[in-house]
């Protein structure tokens, strides 16, 4: 994998290849260049030059505001930027498994900060009860007609 420099990509306009872009990086810590084969005018594909400013941005917390303050307007393509906005949960949720060998999070009384953060991750869903049982709620009789 370090042999690896450069990676060309033909971008196809879907958030699949949006994604594959930061993965690349991390992955070979190589250069990615990026190429738009079909745009609506023909100075469109000039407007991908401003995504170097994300360099080094960390896709967590702020993702999105930053994002959008370095490129909205006319500095940028308002159609990569607007992919690049959910990029960020995107690749986090696409490297689960790579997650899953690092440790819990825990919140300050030991419950993992999962629970409850998304729909799958509900405490009255079947996901909680398998992997998390002392922490799942069960339906009452009420929620379940």
Same mark, same amino acid.
């Given at each position: 994998?370090?042999?690896?420099k ?42 991908? $030059? &401003?995504?170097?400013? %994300? !360099?080094?941005? +960390?896709?967590?917390?702020?993702? @999105?505001?930053?994002?959008?303050? #370095? ?16 990029m ?19 919140? $300050? &009384?030991?419950?993992? %900060? !999962?629970?409850? +953060?998304?729909?799958?991750?509900? @405490?009255?869903?079947?996901?909680? #009860? ?13 929620e379940?007609?």
């Open positions: 994998m370090s042999d690896i450069k990676v060309v990509l033909a971008y196809s306009g879907g958030l699949d290849t949006s994604v594959i872009l930061k993965w690349l990086q991390v992955t070979y810590n190589c250069e990615v260049v990026t190429f738009t084969a079909s745009s609506p005018y023909r100075h469109c594909p000039e407007g991908g $030059a &401003e995504l170097q400013t %994300l !360099k080094g941005l +960390s896709m967590g917390s702020g993702w @999105a505001k930053e994002v959008r303050n #370095r490129l909205s307007g006319a500095r940028a393509c308002t159609h990569l930027m607007e992919i690049l906005i959910p960020a949960t995107t690749a986090f949720q696409s490297l689960t498994m790579y997650r899953l060998g690092k440790p819990e999070r825990l919140n $300050a &009384e030991g419950k993992p %900060l !999962k629970i409850d +953060s998304c729909y799958a991750y509900g @405490a009255q869903r079947e996901l909680v #009860r398998s992997r998390y049982p002392q922490y799942y709620i069960p339906l009452t009789p009420e379940n007609t």
